[in-house]
C-alpha cells in the first residue's frame, strides 16, 4: 500500500509563490507515476501536472503552464510542485497521486492519493 502525504499548502498573496511536497511510503517510488490535482469548493478534481517514474517527461493543465513546475526526488521518495505567480483562481485543495501505470490526466487512473493541502491565494 503507497502512502502520501502532502505539505506546504496555506496562505499567499496573489502574485506569490508556494512549494508543495508529497512524501510517499514506498520503497519503489521510482517505478511510480505521480500526478499533481486540485479540487476547489463546488467543483470537480482537476488535473495540474504529472510526472514520469525517473522525472524525465513532465506535462501540465494549460492552466498552469509557465506558472507551475513539477518535479520529484527519487532518492528522498518526494515529488514536487513549485507555483509561482499565483492567481486567487489556484485556491483549492492540492492533492497528490501515484500509480505504477503511464502518466495520465485522468484522477480515476490513480490508484493511491494523499490526503490532500490547503492552497489560499488572496487577492
Known amino acids: 500500500q503507497v502512502q502520501l502525504v502532502e505539505s506546504g499548502g496555506g496562505l499567499v498573496q496573489a502574485g506569490g509563490s508556494l512549494r508543495l511536497s508529497c512524501a510517499a511510503s514506498?520503497?519503489?517510488?521510482?517505478?511510480?507515476?505521480m500526478g499533481w490535482f486540485r479540487q476547489a469548493p463546488g467543483k470537480e478534481r482537476e488535473f495540474v501536472a504529472a510526472?514520469?517514474?525517473?522525472?524525465?517527461?513532465?506535462y501540465y493543465a494549460d492552466f498552469v503552464k509557465g506558472r507551475f513546475t513539477i518535479s520529484r526526488d527519487n532518492a528522498k521518495n518526494t515529488m514536487y510542485l513549485q507555483m509561482n505567480s499565483l492567481k486567487p483562481e489556484d485556491t483549492a485543495v492540492y492533492y497528490c497521486?501515484?500509480?505504477?501505470?503511464?502518466?495520465?490526466?485522468?484522477?480515476?487512473?490513480?490508484?493511491?492519493w494523499g490526503q490532500g493541502t490547503q492552497v489560499t491565494v488572496s487577492s
Open positions: 514506498e520503497l519503489t517510488f521510482s517505478s511510480l507515476r
Open positions: 497521486a501515484a500509480r505504477y501505470g503511464s502518466m495520465s490526466r485522468d484522477p480515476k487512473n490513480y490508484n493511491y
Open positions: 510526472i514520469s517514474s525517473e522525472g524525465a517527461f513532465s
